[in-house]
């Protein structure tokens, strides 16, 4: 089991033949995700080869959908064309769109994540290094090899923080990671990613990585008070952030007590949540808990 990706997973690249579209493509493509087209109006008919394997390249995501039945997009194009792209996205059916784009305007943010919504449509950043299924299929940045199936399911804000962990708790594996883009405005939340893993069969512990600035991770605390039953590990970046200065890629204002790590940290704990001080020490403790079986 796994949470929104899987190995049936059938992925569109909107952006597969610009510069970061083609990379990533291939690495995905190398991580057994089933990428089955790119998107590219202006290039449409063509196919692209990858160490092998022939992508075609359709002039919509719609034209993309009909043919190849995808129901993941990843999304690999400009800022300013962000927003067309994931409205189109929601538009042709598709049920998970991964937003890796930095820069977009936030009220294009604001736009599509809500439209999106009512159209059924889950979205993952923006601003994102996507997720992960280990062994089955990987829908963004994320590197592939640096951990393997497992127990722990990750849900984050920070891109590198992700990677960090993965590889600290990689002889443990990962049943699935989650970026979820520390933007202000995102599609999918720590609350969700904590529902779905909640609900994961294959997930036996959660690991929560939140940042300074906004109250995300203290509703992130409630929710799993009431609601979740597996044992959570978490862990802030930001404690030596200075106060009152916005922080980063989150636009994170940190302001008297307000968004710090430490009333975040406090949140948590009050939660049952243990919370490590250093991305070791968050691994050691994940590593504890399964040891001692949660």
């Given at each position: 089991m796994a949470i929104y990706l899987t190995h049936e997973s059938k992925v569109l690249v909107q952006g597969m033949t610009?510069?970061?579209?083609?990379k990533h493509t291939r690495r995905m493509l190398a991580a057994g995700t089933d990428v089955v087209g790119g998107v590219n109006p202006r290039k449409a008919g063509r196919t692209v080869d990858f160490d092998g394997r022939a992508v075609p390249v359709f002039g919509t995501v719609a034209e993309g959908v009909a043919a190849t039945g995808a129901?993941?997009?990843?999304?690999?194009?400009?800022?300013a064309f962000a927003r067309a792209a994931v409205l189109e996205a929601a538009d042709a059916g598709i049920g998970l769109a991964v937003v890796i784009t930095e820069g977009i305007p936030v009220h294009d943010s604001v736009a599509f994540t809500s439209y999106a919504r009512h159209r059924g449509t889950r979205i993952i950043g923006p601003n994102c290094p996507g997720l992960i299924t280990p062994g089955r299929s990987d829908a963004g940045i994320i590197p592939a090899d640096i951990t393997k199936p497992g127990r722990i399911g990750l849900v984050s804000k920070s891109g590198t923080l992700t990677y960090q962990l993965m590889y600290e708790?990689?002889?443990?594996?990962?049943?699935?990671?989650?970026?979820?883009?520390g933007d202000p405005v995102v599609?999918?939340?720590?609350?969700?990613?904590?529902?779905?893993?909640?609900?994961d069969p294959d997930t036996e512990l959660v690991v929560l990585i939140g940042e300074i600035g906004g109250d995300a991770e203290e509703r992130a605390a409630a929710y799993i008070r009431g609601h979740v039953t597996k044992p959570v590990v978490g862990y802030i970046a930001g404690f030596t952030a200075p106060e009152?200065?916005?922080?980063?890629?989150?636009?994170?204002?940190?302001s008297g007590s307000a968004g710090t790590a430490r009333a975040k940290r406090e949140a948590l704990e009050a939660a049952g949540v243990r919370v490590g001080s250093t991305p070791t020490e968050t691994a050691r403790l994940v590593l504890e808990l399964l040891e001692a079986g949660g």
């Open positions: 610009g510069g970061e579209g083609m129901d993941v997009t990843v999304v690999f194009v400009p800022p708790l990689r002889d443990i594996g990962f049943s699935t990671c989650v970026g979820i883009g599609g999918t939340s720590h609350i969700d990613c904590l529902a779905a893993f909640q609900e009152g200065r916005t922080m980063g890629h989150a636009g994170a204002i940190v």
